[in-house]
């Protein structure tokens, strides 16, 4: 099992120690041809915008799509949970590149600017008991969810922060900035 | 909920890691540059050519074009206090703007003294020459640093000299025993506790990113290259050309610094740079990188 994070912007080394230390080492997937090597993806945090704009320039949207929720499984965080949305709110003046595979709308920087980043801990039931530690860093929320995707965990608001259909996982908080790895070894039995 | 944590300053500039900032001066230009791809703009009146070439005091933008620019784009969006102008620093997060940059381009407001940077909620990038001058800016609150370099020359050569600098710094601490880090502190004029942090983990506890005198696709990879986590162009970009052009091949450039048949794709016909300055040939009271102590 080869393991990828895309590599084209954002947090990719904070992804990559995580799972150096569940002892995996990951690929870093730029180009098609290293996306070949991989069947699971991590997109990091970082600006979709970014992200999003040199994922269509370097040709790897449809290779993504083609074989994403069958022989790849994808998790995205924050950044990355806005590109696997069909839908986004907010989105940059004149559109911006997405995978568009979740059947969910994500609003993007839902709580403000950076003054309102925060941190609260958060139930994830499939994870257990304890709360996992949830940071948020201008961070989306996913407003509304399909029948094909089931909530995995939600604020005291009521705000859904992370969610799956099938294989393919979307969270909106940063699992990799933390010391918790069950989000992770959830992700590797995906 | 606790909100603008250590983590969440920190981590803002971890999910910058791998990108561009770009120095804009109005709204259409911070369209273009987050259409090409850039991470986050720095909202200014002046990019710092245009500083160093009209003199003058060089202070906060106008508030009305900081927050013009941040209502532009959805990406984030920094601007930039003079050194130890704490009021500005309120100003600027009273307009709730993502990240200021305390910095040496602008003409400084104390000569002895940094802002307390603990004191607010939101984070601030500063610049750095040595690891004693980066260290003791997180000791005063920096969630991030930046070298230097020399702002408004398109001449990397003082970059690549801060950032070299710090990395020759970090790597003497590593052959160190435990005794010496104590006067290492001493001689780097920092804080024991950061100087034994930087020891073991071998690298800043911050996120460093390159600044002053990027101007091309191959000096954003060659920093890049060099070890630094993502690249300032202020100058570089709208100084030159066909910015929108320069502004996506220098977003490509970086993300595939590793890559030099795609960094020579990018960089193919992109008509004029921004003129250079050599360093030797500006006065030794207007460089910039010796504000700040």
């Known amino acids: 099992m080869s393991v990828g994070i895309l590599a084209l912007q954002g947090d990719i080394q904070e992804h990559s120690a995580v799972l150096l230390r569940l002892g995996v080492r990951p690929v870093e997937v730029r180009l098609p041809k290293h996306l070949a090597e991989v069947n699971r993806l991590i997109i990091p945090g970082g600006e979709s915008t970014t992200i999003g704009r040199l994922l269509a320039l370097y040709d790897l949207v449809e290779p993504i799509r083609a074989r994403a929720g069958h022989d790849l499984a994808i998790w995205g965080t924050c950044a990355g949970a806005i590109l696997l949305a069909r839908t986004i709110l907010d989105a940059k003046q004149g559109g911006q590149?997405?995978?568009?595979?979740m059947d969910m709308a994500v609003r993007r920087n839902?709580?403000?600017?950076?003054?309102?980043s925060f941190e609260q801990?958060?139930?994830?039931p499939v994870l257990g008991e304890i709360p996992l530690p949830g940071v948020f860093i201008r961070a989306p929320q996913i407003e509304t969810i399909g029948p094909a995707v089931t909530a995995l965990a939600t604020l005291p608001s009521g705000a859904?922060?992370?969610?799956?259909?099938?294989?393919?996982?979307?969270t909106t908080f940063h699992p990799e900035l933390t010391s918790d790895d069950r989000v992770h070894r959830y992700f590797l039995e995906l | 909920m606790e909100t603008s944590t250590w983590t969440t300053k920190v981590g803002l500039a971890q999910m910058l890691k791998g990108g561009v900032i770009m120095d804009v001066v109005t709204p259409e230009q911070a369209r273009i540059a987050e259409e090409a791809g850039a991470v986050a703009v720095m909202a200014l009146e002046r990019v710092p050519a245009d500083i160093r070439a009209q003199g003058g005091v060089a202070r906060m933008s106008d508030p009305e074009l900081i927050s013009a620019i941040k209502a532009a784009v959805t990406i984030p969006v920094m601007a930039k206090a003079r050194i130890g102008?704490?009021?500005?620093?309120?100003?600027?997060?009273?307009?709730g703007i993502d990240y200021i940059d305390e910095s040496e381009v602008l003409t400084p407001a104390d000569e002895e003294h940094h802002i307390n940077k603990h004191k607010f909620k939101i984070p601030f990038v500063c610049g750095c020459r040595n690891l004693g001058e980066a260290l003791r800016r997180i000791a005063e609150g920096a969630a991030m640093l930046r070298t230097k370099g020399e702002?408004?020359?398109g001449n990397v050569v003082e970059a690549v000299r801060h950032f070299r600098t710090v990395q020759g710094d970090i790597r003497r601490l590593q052959s160190m025993d435990?005794?010496?880090?104590?006067t290492a502190a001493k001689n780097l004029q920092a804080p024991y506790e950061l100087v034994k942090q930087v020891a073991e983990l071998g690298k800043l506890p911050v996120v460093n990113f390159a600044a002053g005198g990027i101007a091309t696709p191959a000096d954003a990879a060659l920093m890049m290259q060099l070890g630094v986590e993502g690249v300032f162009v202020g100058s570089g970009i709208f100084k030159s050309g066909d910015p929108a052009r320069r502004a996506r091949a220098i977003v490509e450039a970086t993300t595939h610094y590793n890559d030099p048949e795609i960094i020579a794709k990018v960089s193919r016909g992109l008509g004029e740079p921004m003129?250079?300055?050599?360093?030797d040939q500006i006065p030794a009271e207007q460089l910039m990188a010796k504000r700040g102590w």
Request: hydrophobic share 55%; net charge negative.
């Open chain 2, 85 to 95: 102008h704490f009021v500005e620093a309120q100003v600027i997060e009273a307009l």
């Open chain 2, 275 to 279: 003129v250079g300055i050599n360093i």
């Open chain 1, 97 to 101: 590149p997405v995978l568009e595979l």
């Open chain 2, 151 to 153: 702002a408004g020359t």
């Open chain 2, 178 to 182: 435990e005794d010496e880090l104590f």
């Open chain 1, 110 to 116: 839902a709580y403000g600017s950076q003054l309102d």
């Open chain 1, 160 to 170: 859904i922060v992370a969610a799956q259909q099938g294989r393919l996982l979307a």
């Open chain 1, 121 to 124: 801990p958060l139930a994830m």
